[in-house]
Every structure is written in C-alpha cells, then in structure tokens.
C-alpha cells in the first residue's frame, strides 16, 4: 500500500513537494486554507484590471524544466523568453527597462549608474560561478 502524504498549504513549494513525492510513490493529499491552489502564484481581477498578487515570470527557468525531469513528467508548456523582462514606472515619468543582457541594461542604467557595465562585469566575476547551474535559463 502506498504510504499517505498529507501537505499543507499548495503553493509552489506545497505543490512541487506533492509532485515529487507522488512521482516517487506516495499518495499525496493537500490541505489548503483559501477556495484556490496556487498561494502567492494567483491573481486578483477588480473593475476590468487584473494584478499579479505574486510572481509574473520565471527567472530560472532551468530550475522548472529540470524538477520536470526529476519528476519523469513532460514540459506541460513552453518558456518564451521576454525582453525586456519587465519595466518599472515611477510618478513622474521615469521609467526603466529591465533586461537579461547586460549592454542592455547600462544602456537603461546610464543616468543613474555611470559605467554599470564595467561594475556589473566585476560582479559577476566576483560572484563566480553558481551553485545550481543547470539546463537552458
Ligand atoms: C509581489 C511578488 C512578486 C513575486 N514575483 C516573483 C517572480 O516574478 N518570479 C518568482 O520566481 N517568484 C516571485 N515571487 C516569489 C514567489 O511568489 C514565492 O516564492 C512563492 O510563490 C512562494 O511559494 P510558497 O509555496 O513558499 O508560499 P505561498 O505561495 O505563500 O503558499 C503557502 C500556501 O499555504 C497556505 N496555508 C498557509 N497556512 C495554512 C494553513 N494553516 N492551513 C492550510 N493552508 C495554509 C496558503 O493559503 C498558501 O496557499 C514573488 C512574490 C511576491 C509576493
């Protein structure tokens, strides 16, 4: 007979913990205190506008597509990569681009972060390499 998990809160970590262990052979039961899986990864609709109440893009995708494997299941969908990732606005006009490419992102910085490329450059290399450093993200 299977061995009965029970898991609080569906959340990601919530979910992808019953995914886990349910790919590795248990009988997996959630409990879950709002009307909606998904914990902080949800969205609220008011007067035609629809919020984000928590995350709106994967920055590790690898991350994602790697727990897949682990969990012998198939890609259920496929990343589109964006850029820019996103734009922050600010009363008064400011605005500023994020981007994945760093060229891009001085370019976005240059009245604020003089030579930012140069620094960012420096950082990463400091930084080193990651820990977790696996498939395409
Ligand atoms: C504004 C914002 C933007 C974000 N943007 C990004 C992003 O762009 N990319 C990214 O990767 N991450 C982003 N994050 C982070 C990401 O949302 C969280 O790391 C992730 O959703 C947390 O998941 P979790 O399962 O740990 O917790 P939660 O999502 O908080 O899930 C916990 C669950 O447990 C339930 N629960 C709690 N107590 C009980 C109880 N006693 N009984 C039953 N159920 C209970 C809750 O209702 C909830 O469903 C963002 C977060 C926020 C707030």
Do not use: W
Request: proline residues 4%; hydrophobic residues 35%.
């Amino acid at each position: 007979m299977k061995k009965k998990v029970i898991i609080t809160g569906t959340g990601l970590g919530g979910l992808s913990s019953g995914l886990l262990l349910q790919s590795k052979g248990f009988d997996v039961h959630f409990i879950e205190k709002n009307n909606l899986p998904g914990g902080r990864l949800n969205r609220l609709e008011k007067d035609g506008f629809i919020f984000d109440t928590g995350p709106s893009f994967f920055s590790m995708s690898y991350v994602f597509t790697d727990f897949m494997k682990l969990c012998g299941v198939e890609m259920p969908f496929r990343f589109i990569e964006l850029d820019p990732l996103y734009s922050v606005h600010f009363a008064g006009g400011r605005s500023y681009r994020l981007h994945k490419d760093i060229s891009k992102l001085a370019e976005s910085f240059k009245d604020i972060e003089p030579d930012f490329e140069a620094k960012m450059e420096r950082y990463l290399k400091k930084s080193g390499h990651v820990p977790y450093c696996g498939g395409d993200g």
